[in-house]
């Protein structure tokens, strides 16, 4: 059977709490979380940061993560990553174990992460360049990615010569250099002016839709988690755990105007009550 007709394979997520008609279709999981915990230990202390966390995700679905600090988001990234070991439990990509970093998964964070030695382009070529790629075509990825980002003119800039926002799409289009088949982004935002955010949350909807990436994003802003996800996972504390997933009924080609549909308005509100408590 060719590939494509096999990563379009369904499997079917039980949901208990809404009985059989909650049975509903998932794209085989890229992600797979099973029983997973995490806890903190030295000598003196335990800590455990996550207990008990299952979750699946589909090829190319934007799934966000939202919930109160210190609830393990940053964990939960970390361990899919492959930063972070887990404790116990298990993460999977694409069926095989995650046992450490890999190329695969492309990370980028609220901080800004880029070579300041490296011009733009350098910054962008850098991961093909660790894998080998030849000059030629390091060449045509970085032209490809600038275009997407919409950074072409800075090709040869450095990263202070760049405004915040300029800087966050580098390192987008640095992770997705590499090719990966997910993209994990804990707060890339967050330290952008609120013009700025929404600009990267267009532009980011726009590299997904072309690019074709699994994302798991990490946000505290209820407004940005229901315009950029397909799937919203909200977390609680007092060890992190799943509280509830929510179905984001927008459609997926979204226009800065959603933001004042009634279905919008709607799971703001309740998601804003949930984290409330
Ligand atoms: N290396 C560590 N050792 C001990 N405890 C840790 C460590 N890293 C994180 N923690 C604890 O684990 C919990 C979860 O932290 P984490 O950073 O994952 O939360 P978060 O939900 O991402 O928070 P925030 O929204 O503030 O970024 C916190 O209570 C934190 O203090």
Same mark, same amino acid.
């Given at each position: 059977?060719?590939?494509?007709?096999? /990563?379009?394979?369904?499997?079917? %997520?039980?949901?208990?709490?809404?009985?059989?008609?909650?049975?509903?279709?998932?794209?085989?999981?890229?992600?797979?979380?099973? +029983? =997973?915990?995490?806890?903190?230990?030295?000598?003196?202390?335990?800590?455990?940061?996550?207990?008990?966390?299952?979750?699946?995700?589909?090829?190319?679905?934007?799934?966000?993560?939202?919930?109160?600090?210190?609830?393990? #988001?940053?964990?939960?990234? $970390?361990?899919?990553?492959?930063?972070?070991?887990?404790?116990?439990?298990?993460?999977?990509?694409? +069926?095989?174990?995650?046992?450490?970093?890999?190329?695969?998964?492309?990370?980028?964070?609220?901080?800004?992460?880029?070579?300041?030695?490296?011009?733009? $382009? *350098?910054?962008?070529?850098?991961?093909?360049?660790?894998?080998?790629?030849?000059?030629?075509?390091? $060449?045509?990825?970085?032209?490809?990615?600038?275009?997407?980002? #919409?950074?072409?003119?800075?090709? +040869?800039?450095?990263?202070?010569? =760049?405004?915040?926002?300029? #800087?966050?799409?580098?390192?987008?289009?640095?992770?997705?250099?590499?090719?990966?088949?997910?993209?994990?982004?804990? *707060?890339?935002?967050?330290?952008?002016?609120?013009?700025? /955010?929404?600009?990267?949350?267009?532009?980011?909807?726009?590299?997904?839709?072309?690019?074709?990436?699994?994302?798991?994003?990490?946000?505290?802003?209820?407004? *940005?988690?229901?315009?950029?996800?397909?799937?919203?996972?909200?977390?609680?504390?007092?060890? +992190?755990?799943?509280?509830?997933?929510?179905?984001?009924?927008?459609?997926?080609? $979204?226009?800065?105007?959603?933001?004042?549909?009634?279905?919008?308005?709607?799971?703001?509100? %309740?998601?804003?009550?949930? =984290?409330?408590?």
């Amino acid at each position: 059977m060719a590939m494509e007709a096999l /990563k379009r394979e369904t499997i079917f %997520e039980e949901q208990p709490a809404e009985g059989k008609t909650g049975v509903r279709a998932v794209p085989r999981g890229e992600i797979a979380i099973r +029983g =997973l915990q995490k806890v903190y230990e030295t000598k003196k202390s335990r800590f455990e940061a996550l207990r008990n966390i299952d979750l699946n995700i589909g090829t190319n679905e934007f799934v966000t993560i939202v919930g109160p600090s210190g609830c393990g #988001k940053s964990t939960l990234l $970390r361990i899919v990553a492959g930063l972070d070991e887990l404790t116990a439990g298990s993460v999977a990509l694409g +069926g095989e174990e995650v046992i450490g970093p890999g190329a695969e998964r492309g990370m980028v964070f609220q901080g800004y992460t880029l070579f300041p030695w490296l011009t733009v $382009r *350098e910054n962008i070529e850098y991961g093909p360049k660790l894998k080998g790629i030849p000059t030629l075509e390091r $060449r045509a990825l970085s032209n490809h990615f600038l275009k997407v980002i #919409k950074l072409e003119p800075f090709a +040869g800039a450095y990263p202070k010569q =760049l405004s915040g926002g300029m #800087k966050q799409r580098v390192a987008i289009a640095r992770a997705l250099a590499n090719r990966p088949k997910v993209l994990l982004m804990d *707060e890339p935002f967050g330290a952008l002016d609120a013009q700025t /955010k929404l600009e990267m949350q267009e532009m980011l909807l726009e590299v997904w839709e072309k690019e074709k990436t699994t994302v798991l994003f990490i946000t505290h802003d209820i407004d *940005e988690a229901i315009f950029l996800s397909q799937r919203i996972v909200v977390m609680g504390a007092g060890p +992190g755990r799943i509280l509830k997933t929510f179905e984001v009924p927008l459609p997926d080609k $979204r226009s800065p105007e959603v933001r004042e549909l009634p279905e919008f308005l709607a799971l703001k509100r %309740e998601l804003g009550q949930l =984290l409330k408590h």
